[in-house]
């Protein structure tokens, strides 16, 4: 590199900071790359709609600013000096990312562009969310979802401090889900799933009382604390507490251990999908259903999670 450039690129990175001082502003900018691709001021204040003297004022303020000359000022044109080209493409640069930001931002804003994160449960979700998402994509094509398989408890965690924007949740308790807003989609009711040849299997009724008697499969405490929750409260009415035989940190492992005969495990209506050898019998009375739905942080929201609403309920 010649002497000469690397004294001009090294007196540009000593002035790089002042370029984005507050005194400077993007108009200055757009002013000087019309007078540099005309090399005159007189044509460039026409092109800007500006007159010509402001304009010389703004380029000898934007100048000053920098601390070095970006023309050469001949008697009828200006001629950029080594320093103003190498300084016009990087202007060129920062309008164009500029613009692209803006007309980005613009997008977002609208909705037609963006990310949203959804949390989402498979066992209860495998029917509703492949459809939501169809319908989502149908009409707002630019947006990407990216899904999170979580539990409960992770989700929660995730609406509040914001890396979720949505989740698809079984309703836990009214106080827990008070910090949230939640949509109801759809009620599931509480069966027991057994493997074939288990006495319940093949029972004419099933009911709560009977469930009290086996060994309860169950998710682990320490990943699922909300269900071991839920467990209680389903067996409270019977005044006893359920008997925890052993406990699985993914459906897969909790599906296998029932089709062993292991024990059996309380679950929603929608975890036949997953289980096509276990056995799902449903509770005689049936306890309270279980509200299903999408929740999100409460607050103001954006347009795409509203749409998202939209796409669920349909």
Known sequence: MARGTEEILCRFAQHASRVYSP???L???RYFVAVAEEQNVTRAAARLNVSQPP???QIRDLEQELGFALF??????????EAGHFFLNKVRHLLKETEEAVQSAKAVANGERGEIHIGYAPSL????LPRALRLFHQENSGVRVQLHDLSTQEMARGLRNGELQLAFMAQASKRAMSEFKFRELRRFEICV??????RLAKARKVSLEDVAKEPIIAFT????PEHRVWLTELFAPLKKVPRIYEEHDSVTSLIASVE???GVAMVLEPFKRFAPRVKIRHLTPPPPPVPFGLACAKGPHSELIARFFSAAER
């Open 193 to 198: 799933a057994v493997e074939p040849e288990h």
């Open 260 to 262: 062993a005969g292991r």
């Open 23 to 25: 005194h400077m502003e």
């Open 55 to 57: 304009l010389s004022r």
């Open 125 to 128: 979700s495998s029917d509703i």
């Open 27 to 29: 108009r200055h900018l």
């Open 72 to 81: 050469e000022h001949g008697a009828k044109s200006l001629k950029l000096t």
């Open 221 to 224: 405490l320490t990943n699922y």
